[in-house]
């Protein structure tokens, strides 16, 4: 079974400011997808960012940015210039291929509460 | 594209009592997922629809909880005898890519 981990329960940083939130997985699948989601108070899970395993560059989304480090099974997410709208929890998520016609299940870290300070 | 939308946003429940959630989803999306969330924690997937059939339900929590698709277009989830356990907000999500989910707002349940 895959798990998730998130060690950060809460973070802040100032408006502008650059912030790291960190996330590791467990898994034997050599193929699979990672992701950021954020909820804000208005509890609407909204995907940040999303990476293949099987790809070796990192994505960037705009501000966001990730460090995947598959042999370490690291997953952090880089936030640059800092938003008060960035206020939410994010979430790690992890997905593994499935067999035909079975379901994408997510499978979701406990997250992290980050607070952007003006 | 008006986004995948739950009613009621709140239900206040009296232990016991059969509770009834509706999720519309994204009108091009074929897939369809049910998953629950609580207090301090990421959201536990429960089912999954591709169209109009329920391909995976096994972690559904128990056999109180039933979820539906009728040709395919909306998704219920029933909750029947309700427990204070069962206190968590569900939220629904669909997608036509099978990587890029779309949440709902979700539905908070409290069973007093």
């Known amino acids: 079974a895959q798990t998730v981990t998130q060690s950060q329960p809460e973070m802040s940083v100032q408006e502008a400011e650059t912030v790291t939130l960190s996330c590791t997985y467990d898994?034997?699948?050599?193929?699979?997808?990672l992701f950021w989601y954020k909820q804000p108070p208005s509890r609407q899970m909204i995907l940040v960012i999303r990476?293949?395993?099987?790809?070796?560059q990192n994505a960037t989304e705009n501000r966001f940015s990730v460090n995947f480090q598959k042999a370490a099974k690291s997953f952090s997410l880089k936030i640059s210039d800092s938003q008060l709208g960035d206020t939410a929890m994010y979430f790690c998520?992890?997905?593994?291929?499935?067999?035909?016609?079975?379901?994408?299940?997510?499978?979701f870290g406990s997250g992290t509460q980050l607070t952007v300070l003006p | 594209d008006t986004g995948v939308s739950q009613d009621p946003r709140h239900k206040i429940t009296k232990r016991g009592q059969n509770v009834t959630f509706r999720c519309d989803p994204i009108?091009?999306?074929?897939?369809l997922y049910w998953y629950r969330q609580t207090l301090g924690q990421g959201p536990e997937f429960l089912t999954y629809?591709?169209?109009?059939?329920?391909?995976?339900k096994s972690r559904l929590l128990s056999d109180r909880f039933s979820a539906e698709r009728p040709k395919g277009s909306f998704s219920t989830l029933e909750i029947q005898r309700t427990e204070q356990g069962d206190s968590a907000m569900y939220l629904c999500?669909?997608?036509?890519?099978?990587?890029?989910?779309?949440f709902g707002s979700g539905t908070q349940l409290s069973v007093l």
């Open positions: 999500a669909s997608s036509f890519s099978v990587e890029k989910l779309f």
């Open positions: 898994t034997s699948e050599n193929n699979y997808y």
């Open positions: 990476q293949e395993a099987y790809k070796q």
């Open positions: 998520a992890f997905m593994k291929p499935p067999a035909l016609g079975s379901a994408r299940q997510l499978t």
């Open positions: 009108s091009e999306h074929n897939r």
């Open positions: 629809f591709q169209n109009e059939a329920q391909l995976e």
